[in-house]
């Protein structure tokens, strides 16, 4: 056994909050069940809603440290979401319908000289990841407790904005798994990609404020990568506690 299932994290709405959860069905083909459901379009984006579209259509915390301290809510049975942020009043809406309440709610955290949200976008059956094919990320602790080393003090969890965390034998080991198939669970996963990584790491999630050189940390290792990306190959449950392991 590689390693066992230590958190499960789900963002309903791109980089604008992350969520806990116990268990979850992974799906063959398809991202995390809840996960980017959702994705904020700024007004220069040239995204419609009709596909995929990659991060830079996107409001999001490489370039609104802000937004790094929003935790979210999603109620599956109304399809509610509760954003909360330190700074302001708790908001539960809708995001398919509510667009002019929402847009309210987070123009305090937007800065004035970046491109302002404007529209909330969905893709059918597709959660928003930064990946061009539907994905699902594997942190290991080990690796983030490597980075923790190379700063000198603790670091959230949440910088990553993964899905599934597992505590593997030792760091980076995930990075020896590029396209081999990995058991989680009831779920079998194949490896395709490392998460090269951004400023938006670089912001502490109790406060959306940068405060640690998280990239000149991971520098040290001659690379800007943390995590990896995964496709679903196989459906199954996955929970806490359930093993990692390498096919």
């Not at 056994?1 to 604008?16: E, F, N, Q």
């Not at 370039?63 to 979401?81: E, P």
């Not at 990896?228 to 196989?234: G, N, Q």
Request: proline share 5%.
């Amino acid at each position: 056994m590689t390693g066992a299932v230590t958190s499960l994290w789900r963002h309903p709405i791109k980089s604008h909050g992350r969520e806990a959860i116990d268990r979850v069905i992974l799906s063959a083909g398809r991202t995390m069940p809840g996960d980017r459901i959702w994705a904020v379009a700024h007004d220069r984006s040239k995204a419609d809603g009709s596909q995929w579209a990659p991060c830079v259509n996107f409001s999001r915390v490489s370039k609104v440290a802000g937004l790094m301290a929003i935790t979210a809510r999603l109620d599956d049975s109304t399809g509610l979401v509760t954003l909360s942020h330190p700074r302001l009043t708790d908001l539960t809406f809708d995001p398919d319908r509510d667009l002019a309440a929402f847009l309210i709610w987070v123009d305090p955290l937007m800065p004035k000289d970046r491109a302002a949200s404007a529209r909330i976008l969905r893709v059918p059956d597709r959660g928003m990841t930064d990946s061009d094919f539907p994905s699902v990320t594997l942190c290991n602790a080990a690796s983030h407790r490597a980075v923790e080393q190379r700063l000198g003090h603790e670091l959230s969890i949440h910088r990553w904005r993964g899905n599934i965390w597992f505590d593997g034998e030792n760091p980076w080991i995930e990075f020896d798994w590029m396209n081999r198939d990995v058991r989680i669970g009831g779920a079998v996963l194949r490896i395709r990609e490392r998460t090269d990584r951004c400023a938006a790491t670089t912001a502490n999630p109790d406060t959306g404020r940068r405060d640690a050189d998280t990239l000149g940390a991971l520098n040290t290792w001659g690379h800007q990568d943390f995590s990896v990306r995964a496709e679903v190959i196989r459906s199954g449950p996955v929970a806490i506690g359930d093993s990692v392991q390498v096919l």
